[in-house]
């Protein structure tokens, strides 16, 4: 069984159950967002993908097609302040692809 928290032992940002498997996807470490995505497979979480930009504050959900969806939360650049986001973003587990699903207003 994984241990909770990040493969550095860091909290999760959204984590949604695709077909028995785990993807969390950003979410708050120690040093401010995450921009890794990470899928439980065989017992171990491992690192899948990287978002265009940390990101934190988010929401996550399954799509029909198998996507998980990423929406809204902040990005934070360089260390700075979060920027609020309106995005969404699609991650695919199956090609471990990253795209925009939905761009900002």
Known sequence: Q?????????????EVHV???????GGTTSSGFSDTIEVLR???????A???DPR????????GDGR????GGAIRR???????RSDVLAFDPRTNAVT???ASP
């Not at 077909?19 to 996807?25: D, G, K, L």
């Open 78 to 84: 360089g260390g700075g302040s979060p920027t609020p």
């Open 19 to 25: 077909r028995r498997t785990i993807v969390t996807i």
């Open 56 to 63: 934190g504050w988010h929401a996550c959900a399954r799509g």
């Open 100 to 102: 925009e699903a939905a």
């Open 2 to 14: 994984a241990a909770p928290g990040g493969a550095d032992g860091t909290a999760r940002g959204g």
């Open 68 to 71: 998980v969806y990423v929406a």
């Open 50 to 52: 990287t978002l265009p």
């Open 42 to 48: 065989d017992g171990a979480f491992r690192k899948a």
